[in-house]
């Protein structure tokens, strides 16, 4: 679940991030796998890789919970894929990680931006 390796620009996901990628990702609609690891590296303008194997493994898993469903079909290249989309589980979940993100990030912030504000220099 890292970015693509040998590339200063590029930050390496957090645990647990990949989870609420795929899920944002799979609001937009229906999605195959590497449709969703297409949609995560343009969305973050090229920082973020998903590593297929983490891919794959994080759908199954997000499946097996019942946030996803997949069913068989044909990609633009007419290719067989497994179309995976957002259940209303899912998206229940996607609702509560976004908010925990959001207080996680802002807790951050306040912490890397406290100092500035105080005058102190970082």
Not at 56 to 69: F, H, K, P, S, T
Not at 101 to 106: D, F, I, N, P, V
Request: proline letters at 1%.
């Amino acid at each position: 679940m890292a970015t693509r390796e040998n590339n200063d620009e590029r930050i390496a996901l957090l645990q647990g991030t990949l989870d609420l990628l795929i899920l944002r990702t799979l609001l937009l609609g229906p999605c195959h796998g590497q449709g969703v690891a297409r949609s995560i590296r343009r969305q973050s303008e090229e920082v973020l890789f998903v590593d297929h194997g983490s891919l794959y493994v994080a759908l199954q898993r997000l499946e097996d919970r019942g946030w996803i469903r997949a069913k068989w079909g044909v990609s633009d290249n007419n290719r067989k894929a497994r179309f995976y989309s957002l259940t209303s589980k899912g998206r229940e979940q996607l609702t509560e990680k976004t908010s925990e993100w959001r207080r996680l990030t802002r807790a951050m912030g306040l912490i890397l931006d406290g100092a500035d504000a105080q005058g102190e220099e970082v």
